[in-house]
């Protein structure tokens, strides 16, 4: 798969980097890594690499629903034209588990026909906390700053409370709002009929909550509350990464 000239350029970006940043791989998404894990759901796996997501992609036959855009437009592009080879002419809708730069700054790199899905939790902690966490993560080398130059919140075309229940056509993602947990406003995605569950941050390694600097708030306020009974209640305690297989319990994917 061809990557796009401004990942190519950001990749050109690694020989300015510190020392101690290229200890680490750089913060790109991997397309050509992109496989099938269920009968609807194709991920682009994050390989463990700092700053880069596990992007989902969830396939109907009316439109394709994209989880999470990597850090920054350039990365977005890339996950964007994953996006349109798999939908062809169908519709494409896109949302991201919460509004870390990783997950959420590629989001502009989409055209406006790409509808933007956002809780209303994560439209409040856009507002509350802008780009401080964005500016943390762009004094990290020259490459992060490539990437996020010029980066900002893309506007949702739809909001919604606490549940979302989109229809692909042949195949339905729910989207819940957690609440405070990773970060003010994070947002699963439970595909019911191949079993995958996109957890964002809220499965991973254990960790404390990253909020924007100078925000404080409760962790794990739904979360610790379970979710709705078509969603196996066991998935709300999981940590773990990579993704888990599916089977008789869920795919985890922590994006």
Do not use: C
């Not at 506007?155 to 990773?182: Q, S």
């Amino acid at each position: 798969m061809r990557t796009p000239r401004a990942v190519v350029a950001a990749l050109a970006v690694t020989a300015t980097v510190s020392p101690l940043a290229a200890q680490s791989p750089p913060p790109i998404v991997k397309v050509d890594g992109l496989r099938q894990i269920s009968a609807h759901v194709h991920i682009i796996p994050d390989n463990s690499v700092p700053a880069v997501p596990n992007v989902g992609y969830v396939v109907g036959n009316r439109a394709v629903l994209v989880i999470d855009t990597g850090l920054g437009p350039p990365n977005g592009a890339a996950v964007y034209e994953v996006a349109k080879k798999l939908a062809g002419t169908k519709a494409i809708y896109v949302v991201t588990t919460h509004v870390h730069p990783e997950h959420d700054l590629g989001a502009q790199a989409f055209p406006d026909t790409a509808k933007l899905i956002r809780s209303t939790d994560q439209v409040k902690d856009i507002a509350e906390s802008g780009l401080q966490l964005a500016n943390v993560f762009a004094s990290r080398s020259a490459l992060h700053a490539e990437l996020l130059e010029d980066a900002d919140f893309r506007k949702a075309d739809i909001t919604f409370e606490r549940d979302y229940d989109l229809d692909l056509g042949g195949v339905r993602a729910k989207l819940t709002a957690m609440g405070p947990n990773h970060t003010v406003g994070d947002t699963i995605v439970w595909i019911e009929s191949d079993r995958v569950l996109f957890s964002g941050d809220i499965a991973m390694r254990p960790q404390p909550p990253l909020p924007a600097p100078n925000q404080v708030f409760d962790s794990g306020s739904r979360a610790s509350t379970g979710w709705s009974t078509s969603t196996p209640p066991s998935s709300s305690r999981v940590t773990v990464r990579p993704v888990t297989a599916a089977g008789s319990s869920p795919a985890i994917v922590p994006t």
